[in-house]
Structures are given as structure tokens and as C-alpha cells.
């Protein structure tokens, strides 16, 4: 069965909040001697994202 992909889409300010929440969450694991595999490779999409175009319509009900 094919995963579910979610999209989000965030601006700049957005993208370098939760990269840094991001990061410290993985300083934190690092600092209990914990697995940060799963994070890196979430951090690692946020940081470098394919970027697409997206077109908004409004609507009014």
C-alpha cells in the first residue's frame, strides 16, 4: 500500500522555526544518548524542500 504524503505549505519565517525547534529537539536527544535517525531525515526534507508554485483562489461563501 502507497504512504499518504502530507504538503504544508510555510513561509520563510515559519520554515526557520521549525527547523530550529527541529534541531534543538535532536540536541536534546543527542545529549541523552538517544536515536536522532528519524529526525535527521525529517530535517533534512524541511532544510531542503522542493519548492513548487502554488496558486491560491479565495472564495467567498
Do not use: H, S
Not at 534543538?24 to 543527542?30: A, F, S
Not at 526534507?45 to 461563501?61: G, R
Amino acid at each position: 500500500m502507497k504512504e499518504k504524503k502530507y504538503y504544508i505549505a510555510l513561509d520563510d519565517f515559519e520554515r526557520r522555526v521549525v527547523v530550529n525547534c527541529m534541531n534543538e529537539m535532536r540536541n536534546k536527544l543527542i545529549a541523552e544518548g538517544k536515536y536522532t535517525d528519524a529526525l535527521d531525515e525529517v530535517l533534512i526534507k524541511v532544510i531542503q524542500p522542493k519548492q513548487k508554485k502554488l496558486k491560491v483562489i479565495y472564495k467567498e461563501a
